[in-house]
């Protein structure tokens, strides 16, 4: 309180003047129309200045609430896709009867560490073991495929990236079904490498490559990339194909980790042929 009164003996002529012309505008604003009216406009254009900026500051740090809203009604749009569905038909005499279980489950989780430029490259996830998150479950974004789970702690998970070496998913012409094994080629974090293609198979450049059902961890028909360019090889039969991948891998936000409800049943149907 003292050195609030110090600095009003101190700054009271400046105040002094300050206060005089706070009220001559407001007695000429008072008693003159044409000043009015365009102190009045002008206040207006002011305050609607100031609204306009707080309500796009208030927009952008909702954005990120927004975007999980997004993810989680994709997340729901996906397990109610044909290829997130078991068909358990049964056929018996003169009934069909169809069943469409849900085979896949989706879990929006978003990327909080992602590398793209190392020989083994790696994402972090927020979701984790409380979440049902599991090691060995298909990660995938709205655009394609992302990689797969390989570690889980209580509230987090590690997810091998497309754009790691050890790295191998099959992929199959989108037009033709014929299938082949994709790899990242370990330079360019936008282009992958589709191997064991024969030379008798016709496709050309910007032909899609989508997941097959030889996968038990991706559901099939999710997307992967395009044909960006191909050659003949010299040592075998097989062309080498240059995929350009679908997933923006360097603008990472959120994901879906899939969850195949059938996984172990098969496994268990076809470990018994080994």
């Known amino acids: 309180m003292r050195n609030l009164v110090i600095f ?4 009271h002529v400046i105040l002094l003047f300050l206060l005089l012309q706070i009220v001559c505008i407001s007695l000429i604003v008072s008693f003159n129309e044409p ?3 365009h102190f009045i406009s002008s206040s207006n254009e002011i305050f609607a200045r100031v609204f306009s900026v707080n309500q796009a500051i208030s927009q952008y740090f909702n954005l990120a609430s927004v975007n999980e809203d997004l993810a989680q009604e994709n997340a729901r749009l996906l397990q109610n896709q044909s290829f997130s569905k078991i068909d358990t038909t049964v056929i018996h005499r003169t009934v069909h009867d169809t069943i469409s279980l849900v085979q896949y489950e989706y879990t929006v989780a978003r990327v909080i560490n992602n590398s793209i430029h190392r020989t083994h490259n790696y994402l972090t996830l927020n979701r984790g073991r409380k979440h049902g998150i599991e090691p060995n479950m298909a990660v995938i974004s709205s655009t ?4 797969v789970v390989t570690n889980v702690s209580d509230n987090f998970s590690t997810v091998m990236s ?3 070496a ?4 099959s992929a199959k012409f989108k037009n033709t079904n014929y299938f082949g ?3 990242w080629n370990g330079k360019d974090y936008t282009i992958a490498t589709l191997a064991e293609i024969p030379f008798h198979v016709k496709f050309a450049i910007g032909d899609t490559l989508l997941t097959n059902e030889f ?3 991706y559901p099939p028909n999710i997307m992967i990339g395009t044909v960006k360019s191909f050659n003949k090889t010299d040592y075998d039969n097989f062309y080498s194909i240059q995929v350009q991948l679908s997933t923006e891998f360097k603008n990472l936000e959120y994901v879906y980790v899939v969850k195949n409800l059938y996984k172990q049943e098969r496994e268990k ?3 018994l042929q080994k």
């Open 8 to 11: 009003i003996v101190k700054q």
């Open 35 to 37: 000043q009015k009216s």
């Open 144 to 147: 394609g495929i992302v990689g």
């Open 162 to 164: 497309v754009l790691h």
């Open 166 to 169: 050890q790295y191998k998913v």
């Open 181 to 183: 094994s994709l790899y």
């Open 215 to 217: 996968s038990n961890i």
């Open 269 to 271: 149907l076809e470990a």
